[in-house]
């Protein structure tokens, strides 16, 4: 099998860890999307072993296979965003098919422009106002479970749906924010075991209390029939950046050990 | 857990004041946006609190 071919199947087995890192539907997603997406992350063809430059080869392939399965979706989306962005595949040129009548669907397009805003470093200059933006929300939800109004009225069952709408979208742009500052730290030249240390200690361990927080206030909404997996969201999130965490400090045991030389990850 | 234990030994010392010694100018930046992310998140614990005792009081009530 080509490798564009073996791409092509390996990015349509992972459609779904794709959408969610897009933060689309499935069925937003749609085949050409999934063959450009191929297009971007495979080499010209022929050059099997072309120099890569930007650190990446042909066993990029073999590597997106070694991640956690919802991990693969982010790792596929920031190197095709990458490529993109340098109007190249992975290789040197754009392969034909990448021809400019074959873009992006409009809603997968915009979605990966949005992406590519939260990736930057700016991106990270915007934390600190949606962190405000969350606490205010945070504060709203225990002023309304403070209050008198009861879980029978439609209208308070409705502000409370809405508060926690806001404070999940809250969390993940937070998220995207806080990525786009590790991103940034290692881009500068700070190494990844700090950037998480510095991850931990800015913005992680608090999310840590907020999880703890949430579990018996997701219980008590849930009893009263409106659907709140808040403790569920914050703890994906928190997992996700651990599992990264994991995978710096064991590179950095392994170097400081010889057992390997390698790069460190980005995350 | 392995991790909680490495974070919570590194998280000791300020880091950002670690990364400081040393720092370039874009370091710098960074760690500048840092510390004001860090002074923000530190008023989660407070939010944390009103939604302890506004869970408590609702549970509470008859």
Redesign the interface.
């Known amino acids: 099998m080509s490798y564009k071919k073996e791409m092509e199947s390996f990015i349509s087995k992972n459609r779904e860890s794709i959408c969610e890192s897009l933060g689309l539907k499935s069925h937003e997603i749609i085949d050409s999307d999934l063959r450009i997406m191929a297009a971007y992350l495979t080499p010209k063809a022929g050059e099997k072993n072309f120099d890569a430059g930007n650190g990446i080869d042909t066993s990029f392939i073999e590597d997106l296979k070694r991640l956690p399965r919802n991990k693969v979706g982010e790792e596929i989306l920031l190197k095709a965003i990458e490529a993109k962005e340098k109007g190249e595949s992975l290789g040197r040129r754009m392969p034909n098919a990448l021809s400019k009548r074959q873009l992006f669907s409009p809603k997968v397009e915009a979605a990966m422009q949005e992406r590519r805003r939260e990736m930057s ?1 700016e991106s ?2 915007k ?2 106002g949606n ?2 933006m ?2 205010t929300h ?2 709203t ?6 209050g008198d109004s009861s879980f029978a009225e439609p209208s308070f069952r409705f502000q409370i749906r809405t508060i926690l709408k806001m404070i999940s979208s809250d969390l993940n742009k937070c998220n995207y924010q ?1 990525r786009a ?1 590790a991103v ?2 290692i881009k ?3 190494s990844a075991d ?1 950037a ?3 991850v ?4 992680l ?3 840590n ?2 999880s ?3 579990a ?2 997701d219980e ?1 909404i849930n009893a009263n029939g409106i659907d709140c997996k808040m403790s569920k969201q914050i703890d994906s999130i928190k997992e996700r950046w ?1 599992q990264e ?2 995978e710096v ?1 064991q590179m950095k045991k392994d170097i400081v050990h010889g057992n390997r030389f390698v790069a460190e990850p980005s995350l | ?3 909680d234990l ?2 919570n030994q ?2 000791k010392e ?3 004041e ?2 400081r010694k040393n720092a ?1 100018p ?2 710098n ?2 760690l500048d ?16 609190e ?6 408590k ?3 509470s009530r008859p």
């Not at chain 1, 939800?141 to 403070?146: I, P, S, T, W, Y």
């Not at chain 2, 946006?33 to 944390?48: D, F, K, L, Q, T």
């Open positions: 470093s990270f200059g934390l600190s962190v405000v969350l606490k945070l504060k939800l225990a002023q309304l479970l403070h806080a500052g940034w730290a500068s030249g700070i700090s998480a240390i510095a931990n200690q800015v913005y361990r608090h999310l209390q907020l703890k927080t949430f018996p206030v008590l651990y965490f994991q400090f | 857990m392995e991790i490495l974070l590194a998280s300020d880091i950002i670690v990364l370039t874009e370091q930046r960074f946006v840092a510390r004001e992310v860090e002074n923000e998140m530190s008023g989660i614990p407070e939010c944390c009103a939604l302890d005792q506004a869970v009081s609702r549970i």
